[in-house]
């Protein structure tokens, strides 16, 4: 055991021990004859989570995540909207700010990165170059466009690859034993899985995949094959452009400050006419030299399964084609300075003593803004899911507890409503308020943090449940923060717990992939409420009207439960997983 989780392990004992002193002290709440007023209390309480209809959640949704917000970016206008929004409902519920003074914001500072421009040069084997510059809403006769990455100055010769595809059950081979480190690898964008109802490429073979197999190989960058006309093209650069000069790689300023540490190489796509010059086909036979690599690669595969059963055939072999050409990519960059804010509301709690700790419940209000364009022409991410939804949810969590202190009833705990900003680019403003706690992380009891809690994922829908929510936390970390939130459960919503992911193991490591994290890494117990990924996810198409208000009701009434368990119960929970301790003490802090 580690010096730091000793000294947390005593924490933890000291406060138990403290507690059962308390009990027998006869001055405090905690005695045995305040259970039955503990649980009076508790019904008391619980009566008023009927305010938190679906029509009061889907009222402050429809506007929260309309296009008025513009996506709610951190450190934009419309996150400061945002905020307002949430403030202006706080002061209606006469809930006062959290920070000193009632002040409703805690401001965090942030270190962030703008692009000015993205140059791309094309140089002939003869010398000759074309310059496409793209800035800020302008983007004239531009032969390129960058999709991802780009932080670093590039330079290579460009070599075709085909789909860029090594599969060794087909036998296709279009990377192994090509000469692509220092240069830029060109491909067709839509991997051929299938070809007249036969298998080509294993559909684990994913575009990922693929790139990053490249780009371990050596590959400078990755540039896709348009198959947009030049009008097509252009119109996807400009609208591109729009956005270029969007902040990115934010971070604290207190905890980082040693400028941008983007993704160095580059994913790109050129224009149809500029990449059929560079294979040395018409444009006009691009589709067609397409298709003949396709049914060559299923002549490959084809001769691979015949040897198989037969030995050896004669197949189609792909030969790897050197453009001639060469390309460097410069960005051009600055670093500037921003501004953020976290939201939070507090109500006071009933017991003299007990009102000093706090039970804190967390959303992200923000999302990602302002994106390239989908399908629809759409390009601004609403978030009504992501966190839209979360963050409604505690607002109705907040009306509720408002109602009940109106008529004079209050838990014996402190509530926090803390709605944070920054998710998005990386846990920033709950890790602000981690490192900055406006009430001491020793008297903070727990997190329930709620993040996606208003669509249902593919796996409940194609089984007809839709009163489910992930639970993440609980056993994992604290066995009686988990008692606590079923009892909740059983009390409001009763919904279905889904623990899929409540798996230190789990791939997808959603116990530290919301803002509860930064709560957890300090040992505080925490619950994670979530409902699974959707196709809306971080798109254009995440819209208020797909919400499933009924069960956001049902699920908001389960986090108002569950902070009435906490902020009454007399021995509060702690973290008693041996195995989340050990995992947090190694995690970087």
């Given at each position: 055991?580690?010096?730091?989780?000793?000294?947390?392990?005593?924490?933890?004992?000291?406060?138990?021990?403290?507690?059962?002193?308390?009990?027998?002290?006869?001055?405090?709440?905690?005695?045995?004859?305040?259970?039955?007023?503990?649980?009076?209390?508790?019904?008391?309480?619980?009566?008023?989570?009927?305010?938190?209809?679906?029509?009061?959640?889907?009222?402050?949704?429809?506007?929260?995540?309309?296009?008025?917000?513009?996506?709610?970016?951190?450190?934009?206008?419309?996150?400061?909207?945002?905020?307002?929004?949430?403030?202006?409902?706080?002061?209606?519920?006469?809930?006062p700010g959290g920070g000193a003074n009632n002040s409703y914001l805690q401001a965090f500072s942030l270190d962030a990165t703008v692009t000015d421009s993205l140059v791309f040069t094309l140089t002939s084997a003869t010398g000759?170059?074309?310059?496409?510059?793209?800035?800020?809403?302008?983007?004239?006769?531009?032969?390129?466009?960058?999709?991802?990455?780009?932080?670093?100055?590039?330079?290579?010769?460009?070599?075709?690859?085909?789909?860029?595809?090594?599969?060794?059950?087909?036998?296709?081979?279009?990377?192994?034993?090509?000469?692509?480190?220092?240069?830029?690898?060109?491909?067709?964008?839509?991997?051929?899985?299938?070809?007249?109802?036969?298998?080509?490429?294993?559909?684990?073979?994913?575009?990922?995949?693929?790139?990053?197999?490249?780009?371990?190989?050596?590959?400078?960058?990755?540039?896709?094959?348009?198959?947009?006309?030049?009008?097509?093209?252009?119109?996807?650069?400009?609208?591109?452009?729009?956005?270029?000069?969007?902040?990115?790689?934010?971070?604290?300023?207190?905890?980082?400050?040693?400028?941008?540490?983007?993704?160095?190489?580059?994913?790109?796509?050129?224009?149809?006419?500029?990449?059929?010059?560079?294979?040395?086909?018409?444009?006009?036979?691009?589709?067609?030299?397409?298709?003949?690599?396709?049914?060559?690669?299923?002549?490959?595969?084809?001769?691979?399964?015949?040897?198989?059963?037969?030995?050896?055939?004669?197949?189609?072999?792909?030969?790897?084609?050197?453009?001639g050409y060469s390309l460097s990519f410069q960005p051009h960059r600055r670093e500037v300075k921003l501004e953020s804010n976290n939201v939070m509301a507090f109500l006071e709690g009933s017991d003299p003593v007990l009102k000093?700790?706090?039970?804190?419940?967390?959303?992200?209000?923000?999302?990602?803004?302002?994106?390239?364009?989908?399908?629809?022409?759409?390009?601004?991410?609403?978030?009504?899911?992501?966190?839209?939804?979360?963050?409604?949810?505690?607002?109705?969590?907040?009306?509720?507890?408002?109602?009940?202190?109106?008529?004079?009833?209050?838990?014996?705990?402190?509530?926090?409503?803390?709605?944070?900003?920054?998710?998005?680019?990386?846990?920033?403003?709950?890790?602000?308020?981690?490192?900055?706690?406006?009430?001491?992380?020793?008297?903070?009891?727990?997190n329930l943090n709620s993040d996606m809690v208003g669509r249902s994922d593919d796996a409940h829908l194609s089984e007809g449940v839709t009163e489910y929510v992930y639970l993440i936390g609980g056993p994992i970390i604290s066995?009686?923060?988990?008692?606590?939130?079923?009892?909740?459960?059983?009390?409001?919503?009763?919904?279905?717990?889904?623990?899929?992911?409540?798996?230190?193991?789990?791939?997808?490591?959603?116990?530290?992939?919301?803002?509860?994290?930064?709560?957890?890494?300090?040992?505080?117990?925490?619950?994670?409420?979530?409902?699974?990924?959707?196709?809306?996810?971080?798109?254009?198409?995440?819209?208020?009207?797909?919400?499933?208000?009924?069960?956001?009701?049902?699920?908001?009434?389960?986090?108002?439960?569950?902070?009435?368990?906490?902020?009454?119960?007399?021995?509060?929970?702690?973290?008693?997983?041996?195995?989340?301790?050990?995992?947090?003490?190694?995690?970087?802090?």
């Amino acid at each position: 055991m580690t010096p730091s989780t000793i000294l947390l392990t005593k924490r933890f004992s000291i406060l138990v021990s403290t507690l059962f002193i308390l009990s027998f002290s006869g001055c405090s709440i905690l005695s045995k004859t305040s259970v039955p007023a503990t649980q009076e209390l508790n019904t008391q309480l619980y009566a008023f989570q009927e305010v938190i209809t679906p029509e009061l959640l889907k009222d402050h949704l429809m506007i929260f995540a309309s296009d008025e917000f513009m996506g709610r970016e951190t450190a934009t206008e419309h996150e400061r909207m945002a905020a307002n929004y949430l403030i202006n409902q706080y002061q209606k519920l006469n809930l006062p700010g959290g920070g000193a003074n009632n002040s409703y914001l805690q401001a965090f500072s942030l270190d962030a990165t703008v692009t000015d421009s993205l140059v791309f040069t094309l140089t002939s084997a003869t010398g000759v170059t074309t310059v496409s510059r793209i800035s800020q809403g302008n983007a004239p006769n531009a032969e390129f466009q960058m999709l991802f990455g780009g932080s670093d100055n590039l330079n290579g010769e460009i070599v075709f690859l085909g789909f860029g595809v090594a599969d060794e059950a087909s036998g296709i081979d279009q990377v192994v034993g090509a000469e692509i480190e220092g240069k830029w690898v060109m491909v067709f964008r839509d991997i051929p899985y299938t070809y007249n109802g036969m298998d080509l490429v294993s559909s684990s073979i994913t575009n990922n995949v693929r790139i990053g197999a490249l780009l371990q190989a050596g590959a400078t960058g990755v540039i896709y094959i348009s198959e947009s006309d030049p009008l097509e093209f252009a119109s996807d650069v400009e609208a591109g452009s729009v956005i270029l000069s969007k902040p990115s790689n934010l971070r604290l300023s207190y905890r980082e400050s040693a400028g941008f540490r983007g993704f160095g190489r580059v994913v790109a796509e050129a224009r149809a006419d500029v990449a059929a010059e560079l294979i040395g086909v018409a444009v006009e036979d691009l589709a067609g030299y397409k298709q003949s690599l396709v049914e060559s690669m299923a002549q490959t595969a084809s001769g691979t399964a015949t040897a198989l059963e037969n030995g050896p055939v004669t197949s189609a072999a792909f030969e790897p084609i050197a453009s001639g050409y060469s390309l460097s990519f410069q960005p051009h960059r600055r670093e500037v300075k921003l501004e953020s804010n976290n939201v939070m509301a507090f109500l006071e709690g009933s017991d003299p003593v007990l009102k000093e700790e706090v039970v804190i419940l967390t959303s992200h209000y923000d999302h990602i803004g302002i994106t390239l364009p989908d399908e629809s022409g759409d390009m601004i991410n609403n978030g009504a899911d992501d966190d839209g939804s979360g963050t409604i949810s505690l607002l109705g969590v907040a009306t509720a507890f408002s109602k009940a202190a109106e008529n004079g009833v209050r838990p014996k705990r402190s509530v926090l409503f803390l709605n944070v900003s920054g998710e998005e680019k990386g846990l920033l403003g709950s890790r602000y308020y981690s490192d900055h706690p406006v009430y001491p992380i020793e008297n903070t009891v727990a997190n329930l943090n709620s993040d996606m809690v208003g669509r249902s994922d593919d796996a409940h829908l194609s089984e007809g449940v839709t009163e489910y929510v992930y639970l993440i936390g609980g056993p994992i970390i604290s066995s009686g923060l988990d008692s606590l939130v079923t009892v909740a459960n059983q009390k409001s919503g009763n919904v279905l717990f889904d623990y899929k992911y409540n798996d230190l193991n789990d791939p997808n490591q959603f116990y530290r992939r919301s803002d509860h994290w930064n709560f957890g890494r300090l040992g505080i117990p925490f619950s994670f409420f979530f409902t699974g990924v959707h196709e809306d996810y971080h798109r254009p198409s995440d819209h208020p009207e797909k919400i499933d208000y009924n069960k956001l009701s049902k699920i908001s009434q389960v986090i108002f439960g569950s902070a009435i368990e906490l902020a009454n119960v007399d021995q509060r929970p702690v973290v008693d997983n041996q195995e989340f301790i050990e995992k947090t003490q190694a995690q970087p802090r």
